[in-house]
Each structure stands twice: as structure tokens, then as C-alpha cells.
């Protein structure tokens, strides 16, 4: 069901008449909403703007070990959990890709590809540096970063179990750590 623009006043505490001075109508709304999430991301978040080949993105994950990947990864999900505007628009967009194409692909790019990217060259650049034994840099990242998404989606629906899901990361983490840990020599 489509919210009408009098719901969408109301939600945003004005008056119907007002969401007309500011817009032309649901669509206008939504591409300011869309506009507005894609901004919060680019800004915010720390999949979007990883480049593994720059110095700056890698100084502190040189050594990076269990603990300090997992209170990295953590403090991520925190964030994607608590920040008003992303929490707000990722749920947004769970909802509407059904019924936007181009949502569709928002939801896919910011919670499965650039994800997926970020993670593979963090696995690559730990492998590069000794971190993690050799082995296919894009499954292992699926094996870290899929299961933290299904995490993330569970405290969506149910922000109680956070503690919880915040334990299971962290021994996620120190899990594939100790799998992937190169062989003594």
C-alpha cells in the first residue's frame, strides 16, 4: 500500500498544502529521499569509499588482528544500526524495492555489491600483507561479510537481540580469522 500525501504530511509534522510548496508530488518526494540516502552513504559509510590501493584506507589494517577486525566490523554495524537517517533509509529501501526498479538497485548496490567489494579487497589486502592464508578473495568474503547482513537484517525486526547478535559477530570474526590464518613456517 502507497502512503498518500496527507500520511506523509502528518509523518513529517506539516501541513498537506505545504508538501506542495516544497514538491511536486510522491515522486518528487521520493527522489529527495533517495537523493538524501545516497548523500548520508557516500558521506558515512565505509563501504562506499575504501580504496585498498591508498595508504590512508590502509595504515591502521596492516596488522589487523581478530579483535581489531572485530571491533572495526562492530563499530560499522553499530553505526548502520543507530544512525537515524541510515537506519531509516535502509529500511526504506527493503521495503520499496519491490516496487521501484531503481530502488531495487540502491538496495542491491549498498547492501550487496559495495559490500562485497569493500570486503573482498580487505580479504585481498590481508592476504597481500600476511594476514590471511591464500585462498579465493571473493568467497571469503561472502563467508565474512553475508552472514554480518543477515545480523543486521535481524536487528531490524528485532533491536533487542542486538547484545546478542554483537556476540556472534565477534566470534564470526575471530572464527574466520583463525580458519584463514596462514600456516606456520
Known sequence: MKPHLSQIADAVGIRKASLYSHFEGKQAILDALVKDVLDQYEEHSIFARANWDKFADTDDKQ???????????????????????????????VIEQFQNPELAKLQTKQNYSD???????????????????????EIMAAQL???????????????????EVMELIGKHIRQFFRLYQPEAR
Not at 117 to 129: D, N, V
Not at 152 to 163: G, K
Request: proline content about 7%; hydrophobic content about 40%.
Open 63 to 93: 596488522a589487523l588482528t581478530p579483535d581489531a577486525a572485530a571491533q572495526m566490523i562492530q563499530g560499522q554495524i553499530r553505526y548502520i544500526l543507530h544512525d537515524p537517517h541510515i537506519s531509516k533509509a535502509r529500511k526504506m529501501l
Open 145 to 163: 561479510c553475508l552472514p554480518i547482513s543477515t545480523w543486521i537484517n535481524l536487528c531490524d525486526r528485532e533491536p533487542d537481540r542486538e547484545v
Open 115 to 137: 559490500v562485497m567489494q569493500y570486503f573482498t579487497g580487505l580479504i585481498k589486502y590481508l592476504i597481500r600483507q600476511g594476514v590471511l592464508r591464500e585462498d579465493d578473495p
